[in-house]
């Protein structure tokens, strides 16, 4: 499988509200107001994701955000990929909503044992051969700055376009 993998690192500014927010168990939303940074892998220069986003002319159309605000589809212009689609998460025996991203990131070694439930883990995938695609999921980090492993499927998306899609799906800046 040809699947890469990006760290994302949010700096997210220290307020009140946020502090109350995340006492109460809260995750705190993402805002441009934050600095959301990538490295990819084998890749020594960092990505700041609210510049590249600004740079960007619009290639992906999203359906409207319905489940845990997420669109349930993106598509493209280009001609290497059509629609992708959410994938859903499955009900655990103990009752526990579980996102399965085992096959996405069994090749990433940090993600052993780091994987943090988060309102911003997503997998999109392809429908007509059902193989992953596109995913960002949440590890270990401090509240206030989190931290997420993007991967990504290199036949389909170019970095430019994993920067773009990874500030829309944090900050949730969707060009319907």
Not at 93 to 110: H, P, R, S, W
């Amino acid at each position: 499988m040809s699947i890469l993998y990006a760290e994302v690192s949010v700096i997210q500014e220290e307020t009140l509200f946020r502090t109350m927010f995340r006492l109460t168990g809260y995750e705190c939303a993402i805002t441009d107001e934050d600095t959301v940074i990538m490295t990819f892998d084998n890749d020594e220069f960092p990505y700041d994701t609210r510049v590249e986003f600004s740079k960007r002319k619009k290639t992906f159309s999203f359906s409207e955000p319905k489940k845990d605000n997420f669109p349930l589809w993106f598509e493209t212009d280009k001609e290497r990929i059509n629609t992708v689609w959410l994938k859903q998460s499955v009900v655990n025996a103990d009752g526990i909503e579980q996102l399965d991203c085992t096959e996405m990131f069994k090749d990433y070694q940090k993600t052993n044992n780091s994987l943090e439930r988060s309102a911003f883990n997503a997998i999109y995938y392809s429908m007509s051969d059902g193989k992953d695609l596109f995913g960002i999921i949440k590890i270990k980090s401090s509240p206030s700055k989190p931290r997420f492993i993007v991967g990504y499927n290199r036949r389909y998306f170019d970095k430019s376009d994993v920067v773009y899609l990874v500030h829309c799906f944090l900050t949730k800046t969707y060009e319907t």
